[in-house]
């Protein structure tokens, strides 16, 4: 098993800039993909930012420019860092983790969320 934990979670004024951490921990093995994905009231989930265990990201139209995302393969670590926020990217931010043990099993890891409010 593994988990995945989240912090840096507040309330900031539209402009405002936050940065998100998420560790793993436990039996990690090798994490291929981790990224963060957020959940705002009356919509779906979406995914916000993705790295893989090589560098490569992956974000979301609406975040692009705004948001960077990084990962330290060796401390088993993922930060998000958000910045220009905006009212519209209130929600709660969730770090997901893709876990490998062989080519054959491969796992998907949530962490509990943390929640990011920008006020107007």
């Known amino acids: 098993q593994m988990q995945l934990v989240e912090s840096g979670g507040g309330l900031v004024q539209a402009g405002g800039s936050l940065r998100l951490s998420c560790s793993a921990s436990?039996?990690?093995?090798?994490?291929?993909?981790m990224g963060w994905y957020r959940q705002a009231p009356g919509k779906q989930r979406e995914l916000v930012a993705s790295?893989?265990?090589?560098?490569?990201?992956t974000y979301a139209d609406s975040v692009m420019g705004r948001f960077t995302i990084s990962r330290d393969n060796d401390k088993n670590t993922a930060d998000l860092q958000m910045n220009t926020l905006r009212p519209g990217d209130t929600a709660v931010y969730l770090c997901?983790?893709?876990?490998?043990?062989?080519?054959?099993?491969?796992?998907?890891?949530w962490g509990q969320g943390t929640q990011v409010t920008v006020s107007s």
């Open positions: 436990g039996k990690i093995f090798s994490i291929r993909v």
């Open positions: 790295m893989t265990r090589d560098g490569r990201t």
């Open positions: 997901y983790g893709e876990r490998v043990t062989t080519p054959e099993n491969v796992s998907d890891y």
